[in-house]
Structure formats: structure tokens, C-alpha cells
């Protein structure tokens, strides 16, 4: 009798809080259907478009951002999409290499502090390489994932 007082009591306010809201919205919130996507266990290059953005999501994220934060938190303090893909990923643009990294010119590095070179030489390059399933640039692999998979390059003088 008590609890029947109560539920009836609470009932009208329950439902005039939700006839009250202002984004009626949040009442018909689905999961966000990416959340679920299941990522086929092949190599990047054979993904689609959407797998490979979800792919980004899912693996390269994770991965990578603590070897950013970890080599220099505050100026990867908002590391996203857009610092390795810069603006264009924020147009769905994320073609590769970035024209807006910072330009190698591979016959002489000696502008780029040491440590960068060491960082990106032994975390970011092998960890990414990995992630994409690719074996990494040496000479007599030429073809490997190396810095110029996202970083352009100077075209050394002839
Ligand atoms: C650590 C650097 C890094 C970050 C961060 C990153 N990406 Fe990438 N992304 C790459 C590299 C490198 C490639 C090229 C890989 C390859 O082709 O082997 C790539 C490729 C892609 C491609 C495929 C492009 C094409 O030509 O098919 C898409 C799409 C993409 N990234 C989306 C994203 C999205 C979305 C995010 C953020 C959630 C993101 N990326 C974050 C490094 C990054
Ligand atoms: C997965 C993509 C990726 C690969 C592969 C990569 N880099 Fe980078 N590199 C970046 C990003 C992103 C930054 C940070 C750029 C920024 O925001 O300043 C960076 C920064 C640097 C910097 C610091 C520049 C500066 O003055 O601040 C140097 C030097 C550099 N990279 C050299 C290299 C070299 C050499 C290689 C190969 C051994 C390489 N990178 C491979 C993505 C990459």
C-alpha cells in the first residue's frame, strides 16, 4: 500500500521530466554502430575505406598515441588523426605521406634534433610498420614501410 503510494506519486514526475527535455534526442540514443565493427584479420591494404578508418580507430590509435605523449605529452597533448594526416583528416582526407610534416632530406638530417631522429627511428616507424602488416624499409628493401610513408621528402639536388 505504502510502495503503491510512492511509485504513484513518482511516476507523473518521472514523466513530465522527460516530456520536459530539451533534446528529446537523448531518449532514442543507439550505440554508436562503429563500436561493434569486427576488423577482418588481413593486412591494412586489403581493408576498405571504412575498415581502414576503423582500423585507425581500433589499432593505430591505441598504439601509437602513448609513443607521442610519452616523447613529448604537451605537444601531443590533442594527438589525433589529424597529427599524423594533418587538416585534411579533418575533410576525411588522409592520403599519405603528409605534405605538412616536417620535410626529410635523407642525404642531410642534421637540422632534426637527435633524439627526435632515434624516436621516430625506433618507436613510431617500426611500431607503425608493424601495425600495417609491412616489413620495414632497408636498403635492400627498398619497397618497406620507411619515414616516407608519412613524412615527404627533399628531393636531394642532382
Ligand atoms: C601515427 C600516425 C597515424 C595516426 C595517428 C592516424 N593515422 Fe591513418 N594512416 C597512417 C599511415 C602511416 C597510413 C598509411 C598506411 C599504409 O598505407 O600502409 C594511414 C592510412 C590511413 C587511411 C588510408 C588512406 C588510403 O589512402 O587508403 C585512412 C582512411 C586513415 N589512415 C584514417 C585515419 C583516421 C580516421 C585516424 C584517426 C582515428 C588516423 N588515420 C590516425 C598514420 C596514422
Ligand atoms: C607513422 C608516421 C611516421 C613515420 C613512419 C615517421 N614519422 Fe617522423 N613524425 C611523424 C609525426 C606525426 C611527427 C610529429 C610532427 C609534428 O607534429 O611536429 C613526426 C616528427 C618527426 C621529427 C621531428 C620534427 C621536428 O622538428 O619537430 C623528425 C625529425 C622525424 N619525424 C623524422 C622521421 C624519420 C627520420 C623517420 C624514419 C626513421 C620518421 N620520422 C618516420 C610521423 C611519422
Redesign the pocket.
Known amino acids: 500500500m505504502k510502495l503503491f503510494a510512492c511509485v504513484s506519486y513518482f511516476a507523473p514526475l518521472v514523466l513530465c521530466a522527460a516530456c520536459g527535455s530539451k533534446s528529446p534526442a537523448t531518449t532514442t540514443t543507439t550505440p554508436t554502430p562503429t563500436a561493434t565493427v569486427v576488423l577482418p584479420d588481413v593486412a591494412f591494404d586489403k581493408l576498405d575505406h571504412d575498415q581502414r578508418i576503423e582500423f585507425m580507430k581500433q589499432k593505430v590509435m591505441p598504439a601509437?598515441e602513448p609513443l607521442?605523449k610519452q616523447h613529448d605529452a604537451k605537444?601531443?597533448a590533442d594527438f589525433g588523426c589529424k597529427?599524423?594526416h594533418g587538416k585534411g583528416a579533418e575533410t576525411g582526407h588522409f592520403d599519405?605521406p603528409?605534405a605538412e610534416?616536417?620535410k626529410?632530406d635523407?642525404a642531410d638530417?642534421s637540422?632534426?634534433?637527435k633524439e627526435?631522429?632515434e624516436?621516430?627511428?625506433k618507436d613510431?616507424?617500426p611500431?607503425?610498420?608493424k601495425l600495417v602488416q609491412q616489413a620495414e624499409?632497408t636498403p635492400d628493401n627498398p619497397k618497406g614501410?620507411?619515414?616516407?610513408?608519412?613524412?615527404t621528402l627533399v628531393q636531394p639536388p642532382k
Do not use: R, S, V
Not at 145 to 151: L, Q, R, S, V, Y
Open positions: 601509437m607521442f605537444m601531443f597529427t599524423c599519405m603528409n610534416l616536417p626529410l635523407i638530417m637540422k632534426f634534433k627526435d631522429l624516436w621516430m627511428a613510431i616507424k611500431t607503425m610498420a624499409w614501410f620507411g619515414c616516407a610513408e608519412c613524412h
